[in-house]
């Protein structure tokens, strides 16, 4: 699976609720249909492998 880098720009609101993260890319990619990426938001970090219990920090 092909990384690819990205610099977190900000996060927005949609009408419907929804948050949106805005990213740049380092340059321009080239995403091919069935092929699978990994988006690496640099300065971003989020495990969602790992459930979190309420009330306690895993750092």
Do not use: C
């Not at 690819?4 to 996060?11: D, E, K, L, N, R």
């Not at 080239?30 to 640099?42: N, Q």
């Amino acid at each position: 699976m092909k990384e690819i880098h990205v610099t977190f720009a900000g996060v927005e609101k949609a009408p419907d609720g929804q948050f949106s993260i805005i990213y740049i890319p380092g340059n321009r990619q080239i995403l091919l249909p069935g092929k699978r990426y990994k988006i690496v938001i640099d300065g971003l970090s989020y495990d969602e492998s790992k459930p979190k219990s309420p009330g306690v920090n895993s750092r």
